[in-house]
Nanobody, 119 residues
Framework: QVQLVESGGGLVQPGGSLRLSCAAS????????MGWYRQAPGMQRELVAT???????NYADSVKGRFTISRDNTKNTVYLQMNSLKPEDTAVYYCDADIWTIPTITHYWGQGTQVTVSS
């Protein structure tokens, strides 16, 4: 059984920073792409950032220059460093990963962590 567990969400003032973590555990052979998505109330889930196993990254235009995605393959963990946070960044943040448990690859979601940006 594979699980993705997020941590690091919370309440922060505009202009502040937070660092989210997402650790994969269970029977894992390898992890391909990992990413972060977010969903605000009444809105569809949207891409925030993705990262390949080799470290290539992709960001939503709304977070470029403010957020940084990274990963530690030895710990099966992906991170999201969020700086210069804005009220419109308020959402539940979800990590996802494509995980190989040989011979199959399965897409997983984490349970989500709330990020609230407010004064």
């Amino acid at each position: 059984q594979v699980q993705l567990v997020e941590s690091g969400g919370g309440l922060v003032q505009p202009g502040g920073s937070l660092r989210l973590s997402c650790a994969a555990s269970g029977t894992i052979s390898s992890i391909s792409a990992m990413g972060w998505y977010r969903q605000a109330p009444g809105m569809q889930r949207e891409l925030v950032a993705t990262i390949t196993r080799g470290g290539s990254t992709n960001y939503a235009d709304s977070v470029k220059g403010r957020f940084t995605i990274s990963r530690d393959n030895t710990k099966n963990t992906v991170y999201l460093q969020m700086n210069s946070l804005k009220p419109e960044d308020t959402a539940v943040y979800y990590c996802d990963a494509d995980i190989w448990t040989i011979p199959t690859i399965t897409h997983y979601w984490g349970q989500g962590t709330q990020v609230t940006v407010s004064s």
